[in-house]
């Protein structure tokens, strides 16, 4: 089926610092989303996105759907040490595949720096 | 607001056990889903459900069993569990019209 790729896979960051994820999808879509999971609780819903070029923030999260709308982009700014977890990207496709269902990315694992 | 309640949190099988993994909504949500979650592949839909008493086979249905009896519950079963379902259960759900999901907390399994 369709598959995000998201990127990075992981990484390391230390306080203060920005941090940049983006995921990309083959196929068009309508909706996108941005989840964070902490250890050993489910993903939480982060922000939405439903137009493409939509720029929207949530305190110091900001994320865009791309004009192609074949991509999303998460950036956090002036990071601080419970950033870390796993951020997911979501999407819905513009003409229903995957059984109107959303598609998930593998996740972008956030760590600090030792 | 409870949200989205997973019970139970945890449970060890045998190969070959079965259980019923449960999931209850107060939202009043139509949709509802069952993810399980492994290092490195991120979420995979296992079934969903568009409905009360409707269900549907998501990605990975293979070895799973749902039943949506009630619009709040959501039953995954496991009929004869294996190593390899071995994983963390995730369901979810979210109004019509709208795709934020809402996740439980999640129910770590392991079969041995």
């Known amino acids: 089926g369709q598959q995000l790729n998201q990127s990075p896979q992981s990484m390391f960051i230390q306080e203060g610092e920005d941090v940049s994820m983006n995921c990309t999808s083959s196929s068009i879509f309508n909706t996108w989303l941005w989840y964070k999971q902490d250890p050993g609780e489910g993903p939480v819903l982060l922000i939405a996105?439903?137009?493409?070029?939509e720029l929207t923030s949530n305190g110091r999260l900001t994320a865009q759907f791309g004009i192609t709308r074949k991509d999303s982009f998460l950036n956090i700014s002036a990071s601080i040490p419970s950033d870390v977890g796993i951020y997911f990207c979501a999407g819905h496709e513009r003409f229903g595949g995957s059984q109107g269902n959303l598609i998930f990315g593998k996740g972008t694992k956030l760590s600090v720096k030792p | 607001n409870a949200g989205v309640t997973q019970t139970p949190k945890f449970r060890v099988l045998k190969t070959g056990q079965s259980m019923t993994l449960l999931c209850a909504q107060d939202m009043n949500h139509e949709y509802m889903y069952w993810y399980r979650q492994d290092p490195g592949m991120g979420l995979r839909l296992i079934h969903y459900s568009v409905g009360e008493g409707t269900t549907a086979k998501g990605e990975v249905p293979d070895g799973y069993n749902v039943s949506r009896l009630k619009k709040q519950n959501f039953l995954l079963g496991l009929e004869s569990a294996a190593p390899s379902q071995t994983s963390v259960y995730f369901c979810?759900?979210?109004?019509?019209?709208?795709?934020?999901?809402?996740f439980g907390s999640g129910t770590r399994l392991t079969v041995v």
């Open positions: 996105l439903y137009k493409a070029g």
């Open positions: 979810a759900s979210r109004p019509t019209g709208n795709y934020g999901y809402t």
